[in-house]
């Protein structure tokens, strides 16, 4: 694709699994609550192994949370201190006090955090809607991004899967309530088992514990009187994203970023074509692609391991340094 040429808008919005976990702050986690003028962003934490080790933030995607980062988080431990941070009206953030999910302020959220921590740049991590937030970071902020990890970044596409459709039809107004009416009889271990079958390359993966920890959290956020609304707000912000042209589109910032990438995309997503990482790759201009043919739209859920090898690489061949 040509710099000058501009992708068509498409209504492709894919919903993260509910995250897995029981508690804010798992084992060997930490969680706060960060006051910004407008807004209050829940951040769970998962301190280095050794002192000195760089900053890493995580930003999660549609529908789920900072507890959907736990396992890479975990398995980097040795390589960064990480965060991951409830995106306003998820998790445990409250929704913002101005109603704006846009994509551009949901990366307003994360710029103003980290210029408030004043940790940066960081290792940005980005799955889904937060692929496409830390893309917009990474473009308008280089000074605060270091590298840049998107799985399965929600990003414009020509053609979307058929199968991802139906999550775009929450960006239209009226459609969650729709929804709410028709599946008032769906038990939580039900709604779970819809999610982690479009989202889980192979949702058997998942234990019994883990799904529980699942079924509850749904439940949990089931009863937020805002749930709904921070969902289909984001949706249609992500979609109305994918309409804008010259400097804010995003295959045209995707082009701008200056920050070593790594691009994983699963072969068995459902949300975000696989199709899509070539596209990806020649966007990015200093881009490595981890492809997993069993994956589906949480790699870093599915395959933490993986995910994690490649990022380690990724910060051996670019001399982005670990202190």
Request: proline letters at 8%.
């Amino acid at each position: 694709m040509s710099s000058t040429e501009q992708p068509q808008p498409q209504a492709a919005a894919p919903i993260e699994v509910p995250p897995s976990g029981r508690s804010r702050a798992g084992e060997g986690e930490t969680h706060r609550s960060v006051s910004l003028p407008g807004l209050t962003l829940s951040v769970r934490g998962r301190p280095g192994r050794r002192a000195g080790l760089p900053a890493a933030l995580y930003v999660h995607g549609l529908g789920g949370s900072s507890l959907n980062w736990s396992p890479l988080m975990r398995e980097l431990a040795d390589e960064v201190e990480g965060e991951a941070l409830d995106l306003p009206g998820f998790g445990h953030s409250p929704p913002p006090d101005d109603g704006d999910y846009s994509v551009s302020a949901h990366a307003r959220a994360v710029i103003r955090y980290l210029d408030v921590r004043g940790r940066g740049p960081v290792h940005l991590f980005g799955n889904s809607l937060g692929g496409a937030v830390a893309t917009r970071v990474a473009a308008v902020r280089p000074d605060l991004v270091r590298t840049l990890t998107l799985v399965s970044p929600a990003l414009p596409e020509l053609r979307p899967q058929r199968t991802a459709i139906p999550t775009a039809l929450l960006a239209v107004p009226g459609a969650t309530r729709l929804f709410g009416r028709m599946t008032r009889h769906w038990t939580a271990e039900r709604r779970t088992r819809e999610l982690l079958a479009l989202c889980y390359g192979d949702p058997a993966a998942v234990s019994q514990e883990e799904f529980e920890a699942a079924v509850a959290e749904y439940e949990r956020r089931l009863a937020l009187p805002y749930f709904w609304d921070s969902l289909s707000r984001s949706a249609r912000g992500l979609v109305n994203a994918y309409t804008l042209g010259g400097q804010h589109a995003l295959w045209r910032q995707a082009e701008r970023v200056l920050a070593p990438t790594l691009l994983v995309y699963g072969g068995r997503d459902l949300l975000v074509s696989f199709r899509m990482a070539r596209r990806a790759a020649a966007a990015f201009r200093e881009s490595r692609l981890l492809a997993l043919p069993d994956a589906g739209h949480v790699a870093m859920m599915e395959y933490p391991e993986a995910v994690a090898s490649a990022f380690r690489d990724l910060l051996g061949e670019t001399d982005t340094g670990r202190g």
